[in-house]
């Protein structure tokens, strides 16, 4: 058997889709990750895959609709990069959280493993991040919660924002979602990532 990659040797950007049927036709296990814009998810995905300015791609202005896949240590998983989600007008009464691309890729990719949903730590919980979990949960797609700039604020804020966040969940959702806490300033949380990714493609 093949050791378990915690550890990311190369992560190279593969395409980049607006549809489904642009999304690689490859076997490869996915991990995605989401957030709300400025959470901190280019900074999370460099710091994993040991490479500044790999996710830069993703949050150009005009390219915030796409979904980046990245082949990571030579085709052993892929890591995906999915645009940002926040309350877009979509008409004069509509609000959308997220595009049609995103939710079909969520619900129909065959694929993805894992939605990594990463979530400020510095904040109680909101109502944007419980919209998309709830959405997440009602939908049956996998997912685990990241926990991001854990740095910022006292180790105190972080745990009682993050059982506020359990709490809140604890009304619409059975069982407890996997969680996990990092900060890219102080290096923490990778191993934790990794393992569980290593876990699941083994
Ligand atoms: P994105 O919009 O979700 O891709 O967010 P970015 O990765 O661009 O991060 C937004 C801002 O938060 C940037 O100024 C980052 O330097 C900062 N940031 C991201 N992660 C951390 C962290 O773990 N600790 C601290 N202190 N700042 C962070």
Same mark, same amino acid.
């Given at each position: ?80 990069? &999915? ?5 877009? =007008? $979509? +008409?004069? !009464? ?5 595009? #049609? ?43 685990? &919660? ?5 740095? =910022? $604020? +006292?180790? !105190? ?5 993050? #059982? ?39």
């Amino acid at each position: 058997m093949l050791p378990k990659p915690v550890k990311i040797n190369s992560a190279n950007f593969e395409l980049s889709a607006l549809s489904l049927d642009t999304c690689p036709e490859w076997e490869l296990s996915e991990f995605a990750f989401i957030g709300r814009s400025n959470v901190g998810k280019s900074s999370l995905i460099n710091f994993l895959c040991n490479q500044d300015g790999l996710a830069r791609v993703s949050s150009t202005p005009g390219r915030t609709r796409e979904i980046n896949f990245f082949s990571v240590n030579n085709g052993a998983w892929s890591l995906v990069d &999915l645009p940002g989600y926040g309350y877009a =007008k $979509v +008409s004069k !009464t509509d609000r959308q959280l997220f595009s #049609e691309f995103v939710s079909d890729y969520l619900v129909e990719r065959p694929n993805l493993v894992c939605a990594f949903v990463l979530i400020d730590s510095r904040h109680s919980p909101q109502k944007i991040d419980q919209e998309f979990v709830q959405w997440l949960v009602e939908n049956k797609v996998p997912f685990a &919660l990241v926990f991001t700039k854990t740095d =910022k $604020v +006292s180790a !105190t804020a972080v745990k009682t924002n993050i #059982e506020a966040f359990q709490k809140a969940m604890a009304e619409w959702s059975e069982g407890e979602p996997k969680i996990f806490i990092t900060s890219v300033k102080k290096r923490t949380g990778y191993r934790e990532i990794l393992g569980f990714v290593g876990d699941a493609i083994s």
